[in-house]
């Protein structure tokens, strides 16, 4: 099944506790994506990877990091998380066409609360 | 003033309305717009995807762009309840780089 996974679903985790959230697609996509949803303010993209190696910043990038070793993974690190990173966040996956990511596949979404 | 600006709502119609969802944005350089439908609970799942301006059809659902006001529309006909969810828009230029609405939450009841 074509799919988009993120790990963990759900964490609580404490003010500097450095943590990695993974993303997985089986999809051979070029292009990877993070973002963050929080009420009131959409979805806001925080990096972005055209392939394997090049990443991107996106609207939010402060406070996070990205990796692309692989095709298939694009983990979110967030190396001294802080309470205002609390929020729903989303992986992405998506074909180029023109070198626009124009069918993006949503992960079901990870959780995120930092104390 | 974000990119692009999208009335949260929340809007609520009768079952079988036409429903318009709009969104503006300022960049002029933006070419490729989306909408993306997203339940309550779970991902965004891509409704539409249009480049430049024009019209767009699928079923039920049609996307308008006009590049001479900036404005996005998202037309619904025949809503349904199944149609209750919350429908952002996006734009980007010929980059990566995605700018999405606040979202609008749509409620269609039976």
């Known amino acids: 099944e074509a799919q988009v996974t993120q790990n963990p679903r759900y964490l609580i985790t404490v003010t500097g506790k450095k943590l990695t959230v993974t993303c997985s697609q089986n999809?051979?996509?070029?292009?990877m994506s993070w973002y963050r949803q929080d009420p009131g303010l959409g979805l806001r993209q925080i990096y972005y990877?055209?392939?394997?190696?090049?990443?991107d910043k996106g609207d939010v990038p402060e406070g996070y990091k990205v990796s692309r070793k692989e095709k298939r993974n694009f983990p979110l690190i967030l190396e001294s998380p802080s309470p205002n990173q609390t929020s729903l966040y989303f992986c992405?996956?998506?074909?180029?066409?023109?070198?626009?990511?124009?069918?993006?596949?949503f992960g079901p979404g990870t959780r995120l609360t930092v104390l | 003033q974000k990119e692009v600006e999208q009335d949260p709502g929340p809007l609520s119609v009768p079952e079988g309305a036409i429903v318009s969802l709009n969104c503006t944005y300022s960049?002029?350089?933006?070419?490729?717009f989306m909408w993306y439908r997203q339940y309550s609970r779970k991902g965004p799942e891509l409704l539409m995807y249009?480049?430049?301006?024009g019209n767009k059809e699928d079923g039920r659902f049609t996307a308008q762009v006009d590049k001479s006001s900036k404005y996005i529309s998202l037309f619904i006909r025949d809503s349904q309840p199944s149609d209750s969810a919350t429908y952002l828009c996006?734009?980007?230029?010929?980059?990566?780089?995605?700018?999405f609405g606040q979202g609008t939450t749509l409620q269609a009841k039976p």
């Open positions: 992405a996956s998506s074909p180029l066409d023109r070198g626009v990511p124009d069918t993006q596949y």
């Open positions: 999809m051979n996509h070029e292009y």
């Open positions: 990877s055209m392939n394997v190696e090049v990443t």
């Open positions: 960049n002029s350089a933006f070419q490729y």
């Open positions: 249009t480049y430049s301006s």
């Open positions: 996006a734009s980007s230029s010929n980059t990566g780089k995605l700018i």
